[in-house]
């Protein structure tokens, strides 16, 4: 399962949304906050919500500016 990343290049607190969605009609949402100048790593498969295996997008949003990179695949 997909394992992304999310940076804050800003110089306070972000709040970023995550939206976890398949063809089967499956949504899971969530928000989190990244630290100024920070980053956090994100493994679906540690997610309980989130079906595995999971064959779908992972959208993410926020009010100001973010990186975001698939950065590994997690395999049984």
Not at 26 to 45: D, K
Not at 57 to 63: A, E, F, I, K, R
Request: charged share 15%.
């Amino acid at each position: 399962m997909t394992v992304y990343t999310v940076t804050n290049p800003n110089s306070f607190e972000i709040e970023v949304g995550h939206e976890i969605v398949n063809a089967s009609g499956f949504s899971y949402r969530f928000q989190s906050r990244i630290p100024p100048n920070g980053a956090a790593i994100y493994h679906l498969q540690d997610l309980p919500q989130v079906p595995s295996p999971f064959q779908g997008s992972v959208m993410l949003t926020s009010d100001n500016p973010f990186d975001a990179k698939v950065v590994g695949y997690d395999y049984p």
